[in-house]
């Protein structure tokens, strides 16, 4: 039970801290390009990067640390940066098409899912 709230607490600073930096960075640069998400996806990503590696190789920590920064913090700010370190993983491995599989694969997909969901949501 422990783990579950520690991701709670987690997922609740990243969320607000995804929606305070998203703004911030959307309310100083105006126009059609969406930087507040792009920029919380890029520092999503280079943050997990750095965790995750100096939590498993560098200091193995308690796995709450990791369920509180990583899958909690992270997850609330970003998921795309989980997305990112799996097919990192995949690379690293040297399982290149399931990285690529995967990262085309779920822009392509999710673009597809986001704009059915919108049809179904505007039918009349």
Request: hydrophobic residues 55%; charged residues 10%.
């Amino acid at each position: 039970m422990l783990r579950y709230l520690v991701i709670l607490l987690g997922a609740g600073l990243g969320g607000v801290a995804r929606f305070f930096i998203g703004t911030t960075i959307m309310s100083r640069f105006r126009g059609g390009f969406p930087l507040g998400t792009f920029l919380v996806n890029v520092s999503g990503c280079f943050l997990i990067g750095l965790l995750m590696t100096i939590l498993t190789e560098r200091f193995p920590a308690h796995i709450n640390w990791r369920l509180f920064l990583v899958v909690g913090v992270l997850g609330g700010y970003t998921t795309f940066s989980s997305f990112e370190f799996e097919n990192l993983m995949a690379a690293r491995t040297g399982d290149w098409f399931i990285a690529l599989a995967n990262a085309v694969g779920s822009v392509v997909a999710g673009f597809i899912a986001a704009w059915l969901g919108l049809v179904l949501a505007t039918r009349r």
